[in-house]
């Protein structure tokens, strides 16, 4: 018997070790089975079998249903290995928080149904849902840089105000089925139903909302219609306000309840007629007359002997004192009353019949639209549930790569985020190490569920910039299997799921992801380790991607030995752990002080230390050391981090202060240029008045010579007023050398050529300079060269300056003399010396043309080009200049030219004029001959 048993196990692990079957599929152990079962069995090959002598059944078994009841549970295991999956990462509980956001039922219907077989199954699908995502998320948070003002409304114009949770489709399936007619609250939640939906058909009838939002009009708009005809009958049907059928929509009905109403009234004053004409003692013994409705017949209440003389008898009360009786006189109108009140009734039933039809002729309609809709509110609800959970939409390929940045399970309330990679390089397997409590089952099932929620189309709670690819099958064992049921154990339910997870792998490995929670625990640690190390290698020899916790020391060293794999450690500081998990850090267990955090008495916790072996308790403590100092440098690096932020973001401020200051100073540059051309008109001004003095008396025949003079002083006076005008220092009390201090000069002070003395003549423009002495004139004359001018000052306005004043040539000091001075002298001064070097005639008196005698007007428009010219003229006058050359070009049409030469013939310096010489320019050029009366 027992060699029977032998020969039969031995067939069936041949019969089953067939190519198509994993090697790694669990032993089947098999007492009884029948023969002929078995060499029929789908995954027996016959060929393989030895000789097998067929047992006696023994009692109380069904041997020949033994291979169909293994078969079964074989297939079922194969079949629900991702349903349980998504149970071991409790995926259900997320997606009940994503429904609880639906607000239509079919919507809610959707998400809750999410499994396996609906989820996406390529990568085209997820890019696909997310994009519908990405739209809604564009709708219900339109941005502040939206391009029209009504995107803001858009979500409103998407969706009614009013929701509706379109519980429709069952009613409408159930009446398809009877044959029945809606009634008026049915029709109400019809009605409702469908001008949602028109509603959302409205947004996606506009080409604009098509492009716009294409994903969501492919889902979803393009199979919404309501038919406008029907939607508009069923508003004109019903009254909004009663719910019952208009009767402006329907004057039948408005005029039977006219008629009904008249009859009831007539009823009703006849009623109170024969009760007033009733004799008391016919009244019940309280002598109340008392009206009443029975069977829809009006009745009153009257004692049982006058009973025939009032009317016809419909009731008794229940001691027969009192029958209510109708009177004689309202039969005949209660007829009426009744008949009216049946036709009204016949009416209705016949107008909601032919609603009910209209409805049902659009059943297939209104059931896709309802579809739609709820397809449409399922994609809402995840939105709503992305904003709610802080979520963002991640990269996805398909290269089996994880890489997330702040990541938080979404399940886990005050979740620590943390940073989590898979799949880069040659990493295929990461392996979570830490102290019991520590969070890598956490992290474990973060991953799992990452995975899922990208197959649905769910953001992730993560930082933006995270990925993580699709996986088709995703697979965990996560916790403890064990089942008394189907004898079970821990370690063999591990096993049972490793099978299949094997299995499922085997079919499709480049596209698996697998997490496991300790494994090859339960059993003989060697041996665990043993078996934990030899699957976890076939997986990813598979091209699987592996994520696994363990304590086995063994597993941890597997990063160090195999590049396939890498390590990952929960942080552990202060005898807690601080659920941060670091890349490339081995978690040492710390299974004591984890005891000791869950309040096992010190006394067993003490005993337990001391088994512990010497290498053991120093490999602990420097750990523990070397995992302080890391979250020491950590802090450290982050204080640093900081600071280099703020000071990254002061030098930030410090430039854009800078560049405001600049903007300021600039404008008011602008403001003290605008305020010196004002200035300069008026001098202008001024100037022009000299002019036109100097004309007149020129004309008045009286002396050239002293009038040309005098107004050449007066010109020069004026220039340096206008230098003077243009300082940023001009206020002279604020100027040091003219509050110095110094007395003025006495008739006995000593003067000699080439001494500087200071000017104090506020008067004067230049007050406050320094000159140097080049004449006498008598004892209270001086006459000073303050820079190229010269001038003639009293005694009594000159001062000797302070010692420590650093004079020098230009006749100011370094402290005072005012930049733009200093500029305009020296270009006077190199203008003098142009003049002395550079001014060459031609023959027949003209002036040669160069850079010096020139003004170059070319790209300026008329009106500056005049400013230009007038100015270089007053410049060529001062200099003893009477022949000077414009440079205007030939332009587009000469317009330029030919308005610059319409001007010179009204300018009152200008003698004449003609264009140059071909050897000066020609054309190109005017040359000007400024007036000899002002020279």
């Known amino acids: ?20 079957v994993h090697p790694f599929l669990a032993h089947v152990s098999l007492s009884h089975v029948s023969v002929s079962k078995l060499i029929n069995h789908p995954r027996v090959n016959p060929t393989n079998l030895l000789v097998i002598n067929k047992p006696n059944k023994p009692n109380g078994i069904d041997i020949d249903n033994t291979v169909d009841t293994v078969d079964t549970q074989m297939s079922l295991n194969s079949a629900s290995i991702t349903e349980r999956s998504r149970r071991c990462l409790e995926y259900s509980s997320i997606m009940r928080d994503v429904a609880s956001h639906a607000t239509t039922k079919i919507g809610e219907s959707l998400l809750l149904s999410s499994t396996a077989d609906t989820t996406s199954k390529s990568l085209q699908d997820v890019h696909t849902r997310y994009s519908q995502l990405s739209e809604m998320l564009s709708i219900l948070t339109p941005t502040s840089t939206s391009s029209s003002s009504s995107d803001s409304d858009v979500s409103a114009s998407l969706f009614p105000p009013t929701p509706n949770d379109l519980s429709l489709l069952s009613l409408l399936s159930s009446l398809r089925k009877t044959s029945a007619i809606l009634d008026f609250d049915e029709f109400r ?14 947004f996606f009838s506009t080409r604009e909302n098509q492009e716009k939002f294409p994903a969501l009009f492919k889902l979803s708009g393009q199979y919404i ?5 029907l939607l508009e009958n069923l508003e004109k049907a019903f009254d909004p306000q009663t719910g019952q059928l208009s009767l402006s929509a329907y004057p039948t009905l408005a005029q039977l309840k006219s008629s009904i109403a008249t009859k009831k009234s007539q009823i009703q004053s006849t009623l109170n007629s024969i009760v007033s004409q009733l004799d008391p003692s016919s009244l019940p013994s309280d002598n109340t007359p008392s009206l009443n409705i029975i069977n829809n017949r009006y009745t009153i209440a009257v004692n049982p002997s006058s009973m025939r003389s009032v009317g016809i008898l419909h009731s008794r009360s229940r001691t027969e004192k009192t029958c209510y009786v109708e009177p004689f006189a309202l039969i005949e109108p ?24 209209d409805v049902m002729k659009n059943y297939e309609s209104i059931a896709t639209s ?18 709610e959970t802080n979520s963002n939409i991640p990269d996805v390929q398909a290269e089996g790569i994880i890489r997330i940045n702040q990541g938080r399970h979404p399940s886990v309330s005050s979740c620590v985020p943390n940073d989590v990679s898979l799949g880069d390089d040659d990493n295929q397997g990461l392996i979570l190490s830490g102290p019991n409590s520590g969070g890598k089952t956490v992290i474990l099932k973060l991953l799992g569920t990452y995975a899922l929620m990208i197959k649905d189309g769910l953001a992730l709670p993560t930082s933006p910039g995270s990925r993580c690819d699709f996986f088709t099958n995703i697979l965990a064992d996560i916790g403890d299997s064990q089942s008394l049921s189907s004898e079970l154990s821990t370690f063999s339910a591990h096993m049972n799921t490793m099978r299949d997870v094997l299995t499922a792998c085997t079919a499709n490995p480049a596209s698996s992801l697998v997490v496991l929670d300790e494994i090859g625990s339960g059993t003989a640690p060697d041996q665990g380790v043993a078996l934990g190390q030899s699957i976890i290698e076939e997986l990813i020899g598979l091209d699987v ?11 941890k060293q597997l990063a160090s030995s195999d590049p396939r794999f890498r390590i990952a450690g929960m942080q552990f500081l202060s005898n807690k752990p601080t659920y941060k998990l670091e890349m490339g850090s081995v978690g040492e267990s710390f299974a004591l002080a984890v005891a000791e955090k869950m309040g096992l008495p010190p006394k067993i916790l003490e005993r337990a230390n001391s088994l512990l072996s010497e290498e053991t308790r120093t490999l602990s403590d420097l750990v523990r050391s070397l995992e302080e100092e890391k979250a020491a440098a950590t802090a450290l690096r982050t204080d640093l981090s900081t600071s280099l932020e703020e ?22 540059r602008k403001s003290e240029a605008r305020k010196f051309a004002k200035t300069l008109e008026e001098k202008e001004a001024v100037l022009e008045n000299l002019l036109i003095e100097m004309q007149e008396k020129s004309a008045s025949n009286q002396n050239s010579v002293k009038v040309v003079g005098k107004t050449w002083d007066n010109l020069k006076l004026l220039k340096r007023d206008v230098i003077n005008s243009a300082s940023p220092n001009n206020n002279n009390n604020n100027n040091p050398e003219a509050t110095s201090g110094s007395p003025p000069l006495s008739a006995s002070d000593k003067i000699t050529v080439g001494q500087s003395l200071l000017v104090t003549k506020q008067a004067s423009p230049f007050y406050g300079k320094l000159g140097t002495v080049i004449g006498l004139s008598g004892v209270k004359n001086v006459e000073l060269s303050i820079g190229s001018l010269s001038s003639r000052f009293k005694r009594n306005e000159l001062s000797l300056p302070d010692a420590s004043a650093d004079t020098n040539v230009s006749g100011s000091t370094s402290s005072s003399s005012p930049k733009i001075s200093k500029r305009v002298l020296a270009e006077e001064e190199a203008e003098r010396s142009s003049q002395r070097t550079q ?7 003209k002036m040669m043309r160069m850079d010096g005698n020139t003004v170059d007007c070319l790209g300026m428009d008329a009106e500056d080009a005049l400013l230009n010219i007038r100015g270089f003229f007053s410049r060529m006058v001062g200099s003893g200049r009477n022949c000077v050359y414009v440079l205007h070009g030939h332009g587009s049409g000469g317009v330029l030219k030919n308005k610059i030469r319409a001007a010179l013939r009204k300018e009152a310096l200008v003698e004449k004029f003609s264009p140059a010489d071909d050897e000066d320019g020609g054309d190109a050029f005017t040359m000007v001959f400024l007036k000899d009366s002002l020279l």
Do not use: W
Request: aromatic share 6%; with cysteine.
């Open 545 to 555: 991607r592996v994520v696994l916790t363990t304590h086995f020391l063994e597993l």
């Open 225 to 229: 219609f309501v038919t406008p005809e």
């Open 1 to 20: 018997m027992v060699c029977s048993r032998f020969r039969l196990c031995l067939g069936l692990l041949l019969a089953f070790s067939a190519p198509s």
């Open 189 to 202: 939640t019809v009605t409702d139903a469908l001008s949602y939906m028109n509603h959302i058909q409205t």
């Open 334 to 357: 209660t007829n009426d009353l009744i008949e009216y009140e049946q036709e009204l009734d016949r009416e209705e039933r016949k107008i909601l019949r032919q609603l009910t039809n």
């Open 839 to 845: 001014t060459r005639k031609k023959k027949g008196g």
């Open 370 to 387: 309802l579809n739609a809709c709820g397809e449409l509110d399922s994609v809402r609800a995840k939105a709503v549930y992305a904003e």
């Open 647 to 668: 000071t990254t973001k002061l030098k930030s401020s410090l430039a854009t202060q800078q560049a405001q200051l600049e903007t300021i100073k600039t404008s008011v």
